[in-house]
């Protein structure tokens, strides 16, 4: 019954999505000042008005199995350090080059330098869980590219595929190269490693209200990260910005995709040995349906944003 929940949630979160597309955008570079009525429908149209509606949402029953992965294995706060440091040594060529795939890496930077501010100031009840998950997405991540620019397509899973593909070759807006691999990454990687680092802890405390509370955190990260990736690579990328409703949006499609994620998750920890490919396949047939219709609406001319970035990359 949850899983279904959890699914009309995702599905309305990708009709508000085509419905949002259809609004009429604000210039990218420039915004026009936010209007009275935009400041007063503001606290009425944040998605944080659908956080209750999550948390009714409860987890399944998990086993605890400890984590016994090669990456953190300690979950010592320094390997979200060593996160960061890897992000920053691979997004300065990436951003020198105005390769398309500077867009995420720079939003994936900022996310995990939040991440760690987070953790820092004790907003998570686990800190070590917390920092493992954060450290094994991320090498998730980086194996990816990695097996993609060495020639290694095979090893990358479909919606990855599209979406390295599409960066590659220089055929979505920024905003699409964003969603694409933010896709990518959340719905076909996430429920592996939070199945992988495990949901709940030995005493049988599930880890989701952690996971839920960090949907909050993303929403203070939109505007700055999209104003910065407007500045540097896209002056078009905050086309959407259209006061409160943009913020919306992009909240909602965040938390239909997390939500997906963990219930996605539960099922590959809790699904027999013989069913667990079929999940697996599940999983990645979700994700490469979503970068399908990604692709569809943010195909885009390059000329501009590459003309942009040859001279605002720094």
Same mark, same amino acid.
Not at 84 to 96: S, V
Not at 127 to 141: C, E, G, N, S
């Given at each position: ?6 699914r ?12 949002g ?36 949402l ?25 996160v ?13 080059s105005c390769?398309h795939? %500077? ?6 930077? /900022? $996310?995990?330098?939040? !991440?760690?501010?987070?953790a820092? &100031? @004790?907003?998570?009840?686990d ?15 980086f ?15 479909h ?6 593909r ?17 896709n %990518?990454?959340?719905?076909?990687d996430?429920? /592996? $490693?939070?199945a992988? !680092?495990?949901?709940?802890?030995? &005493? @049988? ?24 990736e407007?500045a ?11 006061g ?23 099922a ?10 079929? !999940?697996?396949?599940?999983?990645e047939?979700y ?6 219709l990604?692709r ?19």
């Open positions: 019954m949850r899983t279904r929940l959890a009309a949630l995702a599905a309305a979160v990708a009709a508000t999505l085509g419905l597309l259809t609004s009429t955008p604000a210039h990218a570079v420039d915004p026009a000042p936010a209007d009275p009525v935009t400041n007063l429908l503001a606290p009425l149209l944040s998605p944080t008005l659908v956080d209750p509606v999550i948390g009714l409860a987890a399944l029953p998990a086993q605890y199995k400890p984590y016994a992965g090669p990456v953190c294995a300690s979950g010592d706060p320094q390997c979200i350090v060593d960061i440091a890897e992000m920053k040594q691979r997004l300065t060529p990436l951003a020198a390769s795939d %500077a867009i995420f890496s720079l939003a994936y930077l /900022r $996310v995990t330098e939040n !991440v760690k501010a987070a820092d &100031n @004790g907003y998570f009840a800190r070590k869980w917390l920092t493992q998950i954060d450290a094994v997405f991320a090498h998730m991540y194996d990816t590219l990695d097996a993609w620019n060495s020639g290694r397509p095979q090893d990358v899973p919606a990855w595929r599209l979406a390295l599409a960066t590659q070759d220089r055929t979505m807006s920024g905003l699409g190269d964003f969603m694409m691999n933010m %990518a990454h959340i719905n076909n996430f429920p /592996r $490693v939070l992988q !680092v495990g949901l709940v802890d030995a &005493n @049988g405390k599930s880890h989701k209200p952690d996971h839920n509370a960090y949907n909050q955190r993303l929403d203070s990260l939109y505007h700055p990260v999209f104003d910065e407007t540097r690579f896209d002056p078009m990328f905050n086309k959407l910005d259209v409160p409703v943009d913020e919306l949006l992009v909240g909602l499609i965040m938390r239909g995709w997390r939500e997906m994620v963990w219930r996605h998750a539960e590959l920890v809790n699904a027999p040995a013989i069913l667990k490919p079929l !999940v697996e396949r599940e999983i047939e994700a490469a349906t979503q970068a399908q990604i569809v609406v943010f195909a885009a001319n390059p000329a501009q944003r590459d003309a942009w970035c040859a001279t605002h990359h720094g």
